[in-house]
């Protein structure tokens, strides 16, 4: 009972946090830039165009929020959840030259990406839609989450090429000039 209620409790913090960043860019909710702000910096992280990356990024943040708070298709959510977050904090390293947070880098979503896999290697406890559908099990199994985490790296790393490829001196002067 101790550990369903630990990922409960992650479970329900992760699809906070991610509901949270998603509404920030959508809606301007918790104090966010909305979604004329969330293009400006989608466009100053290299990925173009920024409006539709923001609105991508919110809705993929919004799926995994969903699955990852109810614990349903808990892989998915894995997948969707760190692979979005391994491109905020790739791209965020990448802008800044820092993996600091303080620095404008990427710390903060890559240690969310990092707890969101683990949830795809625990599984989403008993305490789940996937538990009550017998699932929960399977879930756990230690392949499931790693092929979650694989799909999150392999669809990440297309973002992540764009980023590096945009952010590069040579591109930006041409972008500018």
Same mark, same amino acid.
């Given at each position: ?13 992760? !699809? %906070?946090v ?5 509404t920030?860019?959508?809606l301007?909710? %918790?104090?966010?830039? !909305?979604?004329?702000?969330?293009t400006?910096?989608? +466009?100053?992280?290299?990925?173009? =165009?920024?409006? /539709? ?5 919110s ?15 808990? =892989?998915?959510?894995v997948a ?16 800044? @030259?820092? /993996?600091?947070?303080? !620095? @404008? !880098?990427g +710390? ?11 949830? @795809? %290697? ?10 009550v ?5 399977? +879930? ?23 980023? /590096? $490829?945009?952010? $590069? ?5 041409? /972008?500018?000039?």
């Amino acid at each position: 009972m101790g550990p369903d209620i630990g990922l409960l409790v992650v479970r329900a913090l992760l !699809g %906070f946090v991610l509901f949270a960043h998603a509404t920030q860019k959508l809606l301007g909710w %918790f104090h966010g830039p !909305g979604l004329g702000g969330a293009t400006t910096v989608f +466009e100053a992280l290299g990925q173009r =165009p920024g409006r /539709r990356m923001a609105v991508l990024a919110s809705l993929c943040e919004l799926v995994a929020a969903v699955l990852l708070a109810l614990g349903i298709a808990t =892989p998915v959510g894995v997948a969707v959840g760190t692979g979005t977050m391994l491109v905020a904090g790739a791209a965020s390293t990448m802008r800044s @030259g820092s /993996r600091w947070n303080t !620095g @404008g !880098g990427g +710390e903060y979503p890559l240690v969310l990406a990092v707890v969101v896999a683990t949830v @795809g %290697f625990t599984g989403p406890g008993g305490y789940s839609v996937d538990a009550v559908l017998g699932l929960a099990t399977l +879930e756990a199994d230690v392949r499931v989450g790693a092929i979650a985490a694989a799909v999150a790296i392999v669809v990440a790393a297309f973002p992540i090429a764009r980023t /590096r $490829r945009e952010l $590069r001196p040579e591109t930006r002067v041409a /972008r500018t000039g």
